[in-house]
Structures are given as C-alpha cells and as structure tokens.
C-alpha cells in the first residue's frame, strides 16, 4: 500500500492510497497526481495573483479576456450545470448571467460590477475527474482518494472488503456518525455547515446564507456531478431537488 499526501493544496489536504502496485510504480503515478494538482491550483486559486480565476477577476469588469482552451471549456460546463441545476449551481454566487461568454472570440466580460467566478463548488469535482483519468491510465484498480474529507473518490475495493466505507461525521458532534456509505467505482461528495464554518453557501441572486445545521452527502459515478449537485443540495427545496434529480444519474442522495 503507497500513502501519498499533500498539504495546502487548492485551499485544503490530499491524500491517496494506492494499492496493489509496486514501489516504484506507486511513485510514479504519486507524482503525475501531484504534476496536476498544483497546475490545477494555478488556475483554480483566485487568492494568488499569478491565477488565471484572478486575471479574469481582475480585468473582465474592464474589457473581454481571452481565456485558455481549457478555462473555456470550464466555463462552458459550470454555465450547463447552471442550467441544468435552475440556476442554483452558480459559481459567482450571485447571478452567472451577468457573465458573458464570447463563443468566437473565447472572450469573458463582467457585466455587473463586483461580479466574480469561485470555482469552490467545482474545482476539487474537477480534479478529482482528472484523477480519475491518470488512475486509469496507470492500470490502477484499487485507490482511495481523499480531497479535504468532503470529496473522496473510492476505486476499487478495500484490500479486506469489497468497497471503501467512509463515515459521515457529525460536525456538530464529531463522538456521532451520521451514516456510512460504501465506495466502489464512485464519488462520494459532502457539503454542510459547522459550528466554526457557516454561511460561506448562499443562494444565487438573493445571496441568502445556508445557515441550518445541515449536512448533505451526494454518491455518483462522476465526480463533478457530485461536488456540484453536494452545495446545490444544500440550497434547493423539495420541488427543486426533485426536478433537478430528474437530469442527472445520482447513485445515492442523503440529507442529515
């Protein structure tokens, strides 16, 4: 079994268990993972100057800027997750319409002052997706990945079962487990509130905090279907979340 970790990494810890794979193998695809992790900081960060998020902050109030094939392709999915979730999944958690995207020019302008793009509710999915991919690639079959104990990734089975068991903790009482969900092949995304973190969800155009003591787990196949459809969870009422269900293959949905 090979341990890999990194600390500080898109504003939170990583950490994969690779098994069944030799030494210098493990090592290997351990730092292809870490190779694309810190170029997806370098896009995600909107806290480092040096990002492309930050340059887009910074000057699409100003002009069009012309972003890279991959930040459009990004953009282009976070607006269909935007319409596909009725305008919950926003990632200027205020009004994504305010953001317009230029199809030739592969331009985005701001068209409301103190507009800005928070990939916090998609960045780590999208890792996770691209993860995913070098796993395969590498002829992995068993791994278990943790992003910051909200976005975990279980491929595979446990050496000594047939799947991986997380256990959902009660952030209000971390002597209490929620519940238990069994990984194999599929993301598990955690989204809610804590005693110290609360408030930091809100609803797009209203930007009315989430503030109730509420925890809600979402288990998919995709990644990012789960990191996303986890915050949007936390906003949506019974009518939303049922429509919304409707459009994508969710493995297992829990509220707590």
Known sequence: MFHGSLQNIMGTRFDILIIGQNKLKSQEVWKDVVFELRRLDRIFNRFSSTSETSKINREAILEPVHVSQEMWTILKSCRQYNIRTLGLFDITLDDFSKVLLDEREHTVIFLKKDISLDFGGYAKGYALVKIKDLIHQAGVKHCFVDFGNSSILGMGHHPYGDAWKVSIENPYNHDEVLGEISLKDEALSVSGNTPTYTGHIVRPMSRE??????????????????????????????????????????????EY
């Open 209 to 254: 905090a989430i503030k109730g003591n509420k925890v809600v787990s979402i288990t998919s196949k995709d990644p990012l279907d789960a990191e996303v459809l986890s915050t949007v969870f936390m906003i949506a009422d019974d009518t939303e979340k049922k429509r919304i269900t409707e459009g994508f293959k969710v493995q297992n949905t829990v």
